[in-house]
């Protein structure tokens, strides 16, 4: 079984709806989560990073990190077209080398 | 510019031909890794470079090697290729190895094994 859970989705919404995206995981020894956006043809990019619990916003991005529930949590506002992408969420001890992907959520938002 | 580059960037090869994916960074990093990704897997580790001559094995090695004898490279090397190493492959590097410092991807190479 993975480490980290996502469901792939696709998720579509229309222009300026809120996106929300949920990931799982099961390794407690997890302090460092990421979550990715990848286009199609493209390699991730870093959208979000957050240590350890608590809400972190960037822009139309909000993470939360729910360490007691082992859930992780992206909110897009606001969504565009451009916002249409695979996101990725993923957990990591303190390397790395130990770096756990969720197998990505694709979203789609329709003008 | 500052940049992860792959080559090849598609390959479509035969059960059994060495093959070797490069992988070049020119940020001076020391952390370099590479990832597959399958559907429905999401990516997942091959092997990973803390710095020169260091290397480890991630969660998915077998059928893989690797060697770092310089900084900037990290070539990907499958001595006797698979039908089911057929996959996208993500090269990866960061300043550290720390999850504090960002990782970047490069752009892909899409590997066929018939």
Known sequence: QKEVEQDPGPLSVPEGAIVSLNCTYSNSAFQYFMWYRQYSRKGPELLMYTYSSGNKEDGRFTAQVDKSSKYISLFIRDSQPSDSATYLCAGTTDSWGKLQFGAGTQVVVTP | EAQVTQNPRYLITV????????????????????????????????????????????????????????????????????????????????LKGAP?????FGPGTRLTVT
């Open chain 2, 100 to 104: 504090s410092y960002e990782q970047y």
């Open chain 2, 15 to 94: 059960t059994g031909k060495k093959l070797t994916v490069t992988c070049s960074q020119n940020m001076n990093h020391e952390y370099m890794s590479w990832y597959r990704q399958d559907p429905g897997l999401g990516l997942r580790q091959i092997y990973y470079s803390m710095n020169v001559e260091v290397t480890d094995k991630g969660d998915v090695p077998e059928g893989y090697k690797v060697s770092r004898k310089e900084k900037r490279n990290f070539p990907l090397i499958l001595e006797s290729p698979s039908p089911n190493q057929t996959s996208l492959y993500f090269c990866a590097s960061s």
